[in-house]
Structures are given as C-alpha cells and as structure tokens.
Nanobody
C-alpha cells in the first residue's frame, strides 16, 4: 500500500522547536524525493523544503532557511523536518509529498501540483505568540 504519514505537529510558543516526521511506504521512498509543504487557513499550499533520498540534496524556501532542517533516515523510510525558532507565520498544516525535489517545486504552485505525485494527510503546527 502506498502511503505517506506525518506526525509530530502540535502547539509551541514562538521561538520554540518541533520535529516533524514523515514515514513513507517503501515504493514511494525508493522512487521519489520527499518534500514538506504547508498550508495556512485561507492560503495556498506552499513549499517548505525537500530532499532527495538518493543523494541527500536538499532545498529550502527563503522563509525557513537557517531555521528548518530536513533530513532522511533511509533505514526507517522516514524524512524529518526539524523546525527551530518558530514564528507565528509558520503556523499551518504541514504535509509531506513525494515527487521531484527542485527549487521550483517549492516556489511555484503549478510546478508543485504537477510534480508531487503523492500526499500525506498533514499534521497541524500551531505557534502562539
């Protein structure tokens, strides 16, 4: 069964940290890069970061660069997103997606929609100010 399952979201104060996990089925993990995306209420889904599970190459959007770190554990078919110095504007539902990892996937919605083939159901992140 093909699946992506996120966990680790929750409530955190501004300046705090959270670590999200995305567990992918083997078929996905072997064939696709994994990315993290987020959607705040009333806003479009946007890219956050992505990583190639083959060579570890990763990209970040400017909004999170220096604060978030993406990593993968290939023995567990899991990709992590470690988020530090969280801000109220980081509050959103966070989704992992499997597809192509490229800066355009993170910055252009049409590219994201075309090149991300599978989505998880999301995990909420709430940041209190």
């Amino acid at each position: 069964e093909v699946h992506l399952v996120e966990s680790g979201g929750g409530l955190v104060q501004a300046g705090g940290s959270l670590k999200l996990s995305c567990v992918a089925s083997g078929e996905i993990f072997d064939d696709y890069a994994i990315g993290w995306f987020r959607q705040a209420p009333g806003k479009e889904r946007e890219g956050v970061s992505c990583i190639s599970t083959v060579n570890g190459e990763s990209y970040y959007t400017d909004a999170v660069k220096g604060r978030f770190n993406i990593s993968s554990d290939n023995t567990k078919n899991t990709v992590y997103l470690e988020m530090t110095n969280l801000k109220p504007e980081d509050m959103a539902d966070y989704y992992c997606g499997a597809g192509v990892c490229d800066p355009l996937v993170l910055t252009q919605t049409t590219v994201m929609e075309n090149l991300i083939s599978y989505w998880g159901k999301g995990t909420p992140v709430t940041v209190s100010s």
